[in-house]
């Protein structure tokens, strides 16, 4: 998720008052076109300037490790899907700032188009400011969450943590998130595709 002050910066103007109309379904193909690159090659494209190791690439996994299931090296910035053939996609990621980084075992409790962001509690604590968006921001390609997002559960419990795509690519590689694992939008609209609910997803501590 992101920090307020980058937040406002990229989007405030459109958060200042909300249309809730815009979170129709009816927008999501016109917004997946529009945060995908015409030509679109995942290994090759990136107007983004990203570093080009965080494009994706299909690698070798390691023995042992479960088809379907997620795996973050917090330490590279690197997820991990786990493929059917031994081999996994590699996808370049940011994760949270400072503390916020939760390690842990998760469960993939549910998936989301062009979800919904809603402060949580924690964040409103740490910074007042987040108060007015406590109602929720409707999706769409300016808000935090981006075209998907992973919700990761404590068995039935959510636990706020999300793998989730991003309007601001160029924090990729970095610690810049409120705890969430952050990823290009192209990116995530390919594994959202290729990842079920109740798949296990493994963060490793940074």
């Known amino acids: 998720m992101l920090n307020r002050r980058n937040f406002l910066l990229t989007s405030g103007a459109a958060l200042a008052a909300p249309n809730l109309a815009l979170a129709s379904p009816s927008n999501w193909d016109e917004w997946d076109a529009q945060v995908t690159p015409a030509g679109y090659d995942p290994a090759v494209t990136n107007p983004w ?8 690439r299909l690698v070798r996994a390691n023995p042992g490790l479960l088809p379907g299931d997620i795996h973050v090296d917090a330490v590279a910035r690197y997820l991990y899907h786990i493929r059917e053939d031994g081999w996994a ?16 075992v998760f469960r993939i409790g549910r998936k989301a188009r ?7 509690a924690n964040m409103i604590r740490r910074d007042p400011q987040y108060a ?23 068995g039935s419990r ?5 793998i989730h795509g991003t309007p601001q ?14 990823m290009v939008m192209a ?3 390919d ?6 609910v109740g798949a296990t997803a493994h963060l490793y501590p940074a």
């Open 49 to 56: 300037g990203i570093a080009p190791r965080f494009l994706p």
């Open 132 to 154: 007015e968006f406590a109602g929720g921001v409707p999706g769409g390609p300016e808000n935090p969450l981006g075209s998907r997002a992973l919700y990761l559960y404590a």
């Open 89 to 104: 996609m590699r996808y370049g990621v940011a994760i949270g700032s400072g503390e916020l980084y939760e390690p842990g």
């Open 187 to 189: 990116h995530i609209i």
């Open 114 to 120: 062009w979800p919904q962001w809603t402060p949580t």
């Open 169 to 182: 690519a160029w924090s990729i590689g970095r610690r810049a998130s409120s705890g969430c694992v952050r």
């Open 191 to 196: 594994l959202y595709e290729q990842v079920e």
């Open 158 to 162: 959510d636990t706020y943590l999300r």
